[in-house]
Structure formats: C-alpha cells, structure tokens
C-alpha cells in the first residue's frame, strides 16, 4: 500500500536530523567541520515509474575554514588556509586535524588533549640538542628537549666607527690617558700599573669559555694624518706591554714624543684611512686597512682584511684562551666626533629554557634566559586530493582513505599550505542560524511523512472494512 516511501522518508529525515543535531553540538568545537546530508531518490529499476522513497547518498563534509579567535596561548595554533595538522597516535597511527589545541607532555613531545603528539622536521642529530632542523625525510614526532644552552666563548666581533680627522695628533693636549695593568705584581704584591695615551676609547663584552663576561677596551690614538694605533686590554689587563718613558704624564713645559710609545703586546693594531675617509684598500679592492703590530710596533704581515686577530692567554677563572676577530669595516674618519656607530658579537653566557613560541612556517624555537634562541623542530602540514574524501576518525581527527587519496607534505607558507597563527585557534564552521533553520525543515519533513503513514493506514483501514 506504499508505505515504504513515507518509511523511507522517516528514516532519512531522523539520519538527517542526526547530523543537524551533531552539527549543533560541536559548534564549540575546535577545528570542527560541519556535514550535511545528500539525498537520492530511490527507483526499482529503470522501467520504474513511481519511487521507492528516499535515501541518505552521502554524508559531505564542508571544510571551508572557520573564524579565528585570538587566545594568546603560544601553543595554541591555527592554520590560515589549506593544511591538516599531521598527529601519531600512541599506537602509531597517523590521523589528521585542525584542532590546534597543543601542550608539552613530560618527555617534551608536542601533543593534543588525547596524546597524540604532533609531527614535523626535527633536529639532524638525535644526540645533540642544538643540532639544525633539516625540513625533509619522514616526519617525525616533534620533542622539545629542555638542555641549559652552553656557554659559547666570543669568537667574531664587529663594530663600525667614526674617527674624528680634525685631531692634530701633535697636539699633547687632546690626549687622555687611562690606568692599565699587565698581570705582574710588584714587589709589594700589588698590581703594576702603567698610564695609556689615547684620544677615543670604546669598550664592549665579550664571553669566554666558561661564560664569564670579559670586557674589551680599545684605545685609539691619532700618530699620523689617516693613521690610528689601537691598543685592546681586557678587563683592564694590557698583556706584554712596556713603554720606553715609564711615566709618560708630561709636565707642564715638555713636549709629547710619540717615538716613546713601543714595545706593546700582540693585541695592537693599526688602522689606515684614504683621502676620501674611508679604509684603504689594496690594488684587487680588497679592504688591507687593518695592519697587526707586533711587541715592537713593525707591521706583522697578514693577508688582506678589515679584521685585528685578538687572542689573550691565561685568562683568569680557568677558562680557554679568549681569541676572536675584530672586524672594522665599515668604519670613517670625517671632521666629526670620534664615535661607536655599532657593534655585534657572537659570544653568550650558558642560559636556561623559558618558553618556545611557533612562527608562521610552523618552526618551533626555544627561548633562554640568555637572549638566545635554538630551533627545535618544524611543523609539517598535510592536504589532499580529496578532502571529502577523509573518514572521521573521532577527537577532531580524519584518516586517509582511497578516496581522500595520499597526504601530500609540505612546509606553512609554501605552495598552496597556509601559514601557521600562534596564540591563535580556528573555530567550528558550524553556521548555528543556519542549522536551527534546517532542523526545522528537517521536523516538517518527518512529520509530513508521518502525516503520509497515516494517511496510508486509514486507506487500509477503509479496504479491510470493505
């Protein structure tokens, strides 16, 4: 008597309501991606004029994105356009997701709220903590080791300066002297001292071995027109120095005589600028303005450079030798005050695990107490073919299917992957105005089809009576 149709109708209309009402209840949920039912109509074979009723044919999932909502929770992540977060399960299955809702375990794997640990590039050397991150190769899931950072002993320096042309280096009065020791102790036991001509000094830390701040004076003095002499102590230490004229402060009627100033230690150098204030260079344009003088004051022959090679032994504290180049390029001398235009090195004290942050291209890097910043992984994105095609898996996660086709891998930021947010989180794309709407339609329709059952049994009823 044809009631399987308005069956039929019942039934698809209570499926459909099924996935209106799971729709609704995850409209809070992170990284979720609204279904919708497709229907079909069912015949019972093609010289069939009148339908058997209706079916579900699909369940689609939309996976336009949902909006993003600022958390400020540095391990709270969203992707800004295409890319599936890669996860392993604690069994070693792989799903994929966008829920960005990420947290350090206590071995230091990234992971969501079900333990599984997010997966990515991580470093080229499993025993060492601070090797490089390599992006390519099978992912792998990323760990955040939590070692102090090492001391790293300064080994390049650079600063740019400008020497004032206008000293008269004749002119006794424009000197300023500074007290320096040489690490030898007088017979008294203290410290033997000596008085150092200068006209500019300029002073900056470095680090040794160990980590101990060790800071670096340079005096510059004027000995000729384009011609500066550097002399570097560290820590207030010239080492092997000795002058001619042991007490070089001159008195009021005596001149200063620049031949007395010799026999420094190895840490001296001489700086040469052209007519045009800038450091000379050599017949190929190589920069050969910075020359080594040795204990004496002669010229030490080196290959052309913009760099003084400072080494100083025996360092206090028991840390290595401290030797480091002191890169000048860059540095003028015009008819302006002699100043440290800026200044760079490499060198940092041990320093101690903070916090990580992810930057837009999903690599994570570890912040210490020392300023200084390591990576420690890089976050790997996946898409697909067919998006509709992945199979819900549960706790916001999609596994791949024949359909979906494989994961392609790739790096945020790159090809069609979008760019990872940090602090951010991307919500359910569930429309609520809209899904209230279709459950409306949807009750109407299972009503209608009931009205229909009804309408079929009183025929009935009508026939029998009959």
Request: proline fraction near 3%.
């Amino acid at each position: 008597m044809g009631f399987s149709q308005a069956l039929s109708g019942l039934s698809a209309q209570d499926e459909n309501l099924k996935i209106i009402s799971n729709n609704i209840a995850n409209s809070q949920t992170v990284g979720f991606k609204s279904s919708k039912a497709s229907f079909a109509d069912v015949f019972a074979g093609a010289s069939s004029r009148v339908g058997l009723g209706t079916s579900i044919a699909a369940v689609r999932q939309d996976f336009t994105a949902g909006d993003l909502e600022n958390t400020g929770r540095n391990l709270d992540l969203a992707v800004a356009g295409d890319g599936f977060y890669r996860l392993q399960k604690p069994t070693g299955e792989i799903v994929f997701s966008r829920n960005g809702q990420f947290s350090q375990d206590a071995n230091g794997f990234l992971v969501n709220a079900n333990g599984m640990r997010l997966t990515g590039y991580g470093l080229s050397d499993a025993n060492d903590p601070f090797s490089e991150v390599i992006a390519g190769g099978a992912p792998q899931a990323i760990r955040i080791p939590g070692n102090d950072i090492p001391a790293n002993a300064t080994t390049e320096a650079s600063a740019t300066f400008n020497f004032d042309a206008s000293i008269d280096p004749t002119d006794a009065s424009l000197l300023q002297r500074a007290t320096v020791t040489n690490g030898e102790l007088n017979d008294g036991g203290e410290p033997v001292t000596q008085e150092v001509p200068y006209h500019f000094a300029s002073s900056f830390t470095t680090y040794d071995s160990l980590g101990n701040e060790r800071v670096i004076t340079t005096y510059f003095r004027k000995v000729d027109d384009n011609t500066w002499q550097a002399h570097v102590a560290l820590d207030g230490q010239i080492e092997d120095f000795a002058l001619v004229d042991q007490n070089p402060q001159l008195g009021e009627n005596e001149e200063y005589d620049f031949n007395r100033v010799a026999n420094w230690g190895a840490n001296a150098f001489e700086l040469r600028f052209d007519a045009n204030g800038q450091l000379t260079q050599n017949n190929q344009g190589e920069v050969d303005a910075v020359v080594m003088l040795d204990q004496e004051g002669t010229e030490i022959f080196t290959a052309p450079t913009s760099a003084a090679a400072l080494a100083f032994v025996e360092i206090p504290g028991g840390a290595d030798d401290l030797e480091f180049n002191f890169d000048l390029l860059g540095s003028t001398q015009f008819n302006n005050n002699s100043v440290q235009n800026s200044l760079t090195q490499n060198g940092y004290t041990s320093g101690t695990l903070v916090g990580i942050e992810v930057q837009d291209d999903g690599t994570v890097v570890r912040n210490y107490t020392n300023e200084q910043s390591r990576e420690a992984g890089q976050i790997v994105l996946a898409t697909f073919a067919n998006m509709e095609g992945l199979q819900p898996d549960g706790d916001n996660g999609w596994r791949a299917t024949n359909e979906s086709g494989e994961p392609v891998l790739g790096i945020a930021g790159t090809g069609m992957f979008g760019t990872i947010a940090s602090g951010v989180l991307e919500n359910s794309n569930v429309d609520l105005a809209r899904e209230l709407v279709n459950m409306i339609v949807a009750q109407r329709a299972y009503q209608a089809n009931s009205s229909s059952i009804g309408t079929r049994d009183e025929l009935l009823q009508t026939v029998i009576n009959l």
